[in-house]
């Protein structure tokens, strides 16, 4: 720079920039000066009482008292990059507070924030005028699975600042809505393995979020609205969308994926009470409904009872993992052809369900078998699909075996599954009221599981069995109809009927009853 490079010791004591004997060399609006603000805790408050000092760059020198600037604003004029930053904040583990208001007074002029490890920034001030906001943090953490207060950038000010914004590793803090200056601008948010960015203030953040997503998480910590994402994504990458507390979150805007691929992973996970809303369309390929992962740089992150809602038409999601979650769809369809949705029901305990509000839904693979443990289910244990209004759930396929799957409310399934397919539901009570209409492959009902309720079961190809050991087990079923080609087999030693079910048997239709199981023709 061109100017003086002032320092500041604050012997004078009494906290006043005009005061002469604070400085070395007393710094001047407009001569290109660089203010470094030594951190020796003689004046933990700092007053700018000189108007409008126009200043190229701001540094806190080392150490670990806090500070905090107040007063009149500072013009940052720094264009520089690097060490020579418009704001350079060495001092770590201490909590350095800018409550002036800043000032960036054309378009190349970068308010550039570079932190060194643990530090903490605070920019409660106003930035306003043409320039823009570049945030470099300081070194890597070593956990993500929490909300972590270091190397810290926090903005909570009333910001208008226009130029462009990028908020690069380590972690930010937007404590105010409009924390990144005008609204309806672009906004680059870079994510790695350890950045965190906490949105924590009510109400809409007006911006177009493209993230560079490898490893991160967005945090939130309060009700509160986005305009969208786009994502460009690199090999391999996770975004974490996360939360702690109940909080509702709305994205109005569309979510993309610049480069879709199975390899890009987005996890969503909120607490019990907590909501994430999809308004718009959103087109990811490998989404995961609550998160728990040990994968070095996500330490057993544990949430339950969270929901997120999907409602535009136009989403498309190639993978789709509901580990401890709910999952609402607002529209019929949701996975259109050409993806290939993967269900997976990988629990220990509690709930994760999918809930169709009255939307057909269409699955092109359920795969329910991953890490499944018969062991830790009994018939009761969390419930799977459910609507509260009628809708048809068709299958299309399945990886077989057992599963603890269970479907609920006026809901139709039909299993629909292209060859050799056979899915076994296991120790559950299926409280379905629409009809079971097998048309491919053998849908059965295994362990303890009970169907009861169901209004008919059509077998209209492939095969229905009933293998559970519980008695009466389609108490309430009216109707069993088996046309040509199609089996019922029986291979259970209790009767699973009530003596009211009505069994059709069509021509050609097939009829397999083991020798344990009496059945009774008329």
């Known amino acids: ?96 507070t800018i409550a002036c208001p800043l000032y960036l007074p054309t378009k190349d002029a970068l308010a550039y924030f570079l932190l060194v490890s643990s530090a903490y920034t605070h920019v409660s001030g106003n930035i306003s005028g043409p320039g823009g906001l570049d945030y470099r943090g300081g070194s890597a953490g070593d956990t993500k699975s929490e909300w972590v207060e270091t190397d810290l950038l926090k903005l909570s000010g009333d910001n208008t600042f226009e ?46 979020f493209g993230i560079s997503d490898q490893k991160g998480c967005l945090w939130f910590s309060a009700d509160c609205q986005l305009a969208g994402f786009n994502f460009y994504s690199g090999s391999g990458s996770k975004v974490r969308f996360c939360a702690d507390v109940p909080v509702q979150v709305d994205v109005l805007g569309a979510v993309s994926c610049q480069a879709p691929a199975a390899t890009h992973k987005l996890d969503l996970s909120f607490p019990d009470g907590g909501h994430l809303h999809f308004r718009d369309s959103f087109v990811y390929p490998d989404v995961c409904i609550g998160v728990r992962e040990d994968d070095g740089d996500w330490e057993g992150r544990d949430v339950t009872g969270g929901r997120v809602y999907f409602h535009d038409e136009n989403t498309m999601i190639a993978t789709f993992l509901n580990k401890y979650g709910g999952v609402e769809f607002y529209h019929p369809n949701f996975l259109p052809e050409g993806y290939v949705p993967y269900y997976d029901y990988r629990r220990t305990a509690g709930v994760a369900c999918y809930y169709l509000n009255g939307n057909d839904q269409t699955i092109d693979h359920l795969d329910t078998t991953t890490s499944f443990d018969q062991a830790k289910y009994t018939a009761d244990t969390g419930r799977f699909f459910e609507t509260d209004a009628p809708a048809a759930l068709t299958i299309k396929a399945t990886a077989g075996g057992e599963a603890n799957v269970s479907f609920q409310g006026p809901m139709s399934v039909i299993y629909d599954a292209q060859g050799d397919y056979r899915q076994a539901i296991y120790n559950r009570t299926i409280a379905m009221t629409g009809d079971l209409i097998v048309s491919n492959g053998t849908f059965a009902l295994t362990g303890t599981t009970t169907m009861k309720n169901a209004n008919e079961v059509v077998v209209a190809g492939g095969a229905f069995e009933i293998a559970s050991t519980a008695a009466k087990s389609l108490q309430y079923v009216k109707r069993i109809s088996v046309a040509a080609g199609g089996t019922l087999k029986v291979a259970t030693a209790v009767d699973p009927f009530a003596g009211s079910t009505v069994v059709d048997l069509e021509k050609g239709a097939k009829l397999d009853v083991g020798s344990a199981f009496q059945l009774t023709t008329m």
């Not at 409008?52 to 080392?62: C, G, W």
């Open 163 to 208: 130029g462009d914004v990028k908020l690069r590793p380590r972690r930010s803090e937007l404590a105010s809505t409009n924390a990144l200056g005008k609204a309806g601008k672009s906004v680059y948010l870079c994510l790695s393995a350890t950045s965190q960015y906490l949105f924590s203030a009510p109400g809409l953040y007006d911006y177009k």
């Open 1 to 96: 720079f061109a100017g003086n490079v002032c320092t500041w010791y604050g012997t004078a004591g009494d906290g006043q920039w005009d005061t002469a004997g604070n400085w070395d060399i007393k710094p001047q609006s407009g001569n290109g000066d660089t203010v470094i603000l030594q951190n020796t805790g003689n004046s933990p408050v700092i007053n700018n009482n000189m108007g409008t000092m126009a200043i190229a760059a701001l540094q806190i020198a080392s150490g670990s008292q806090a500070l905090t600037l107040t007063g009149d604003m500072l013009q940052l004029d720094s264009v520089a990059s690097g060490d020579a930053s418009a704001y350079y904040d060495k001092a770590a583990n201490a909590q350095i």
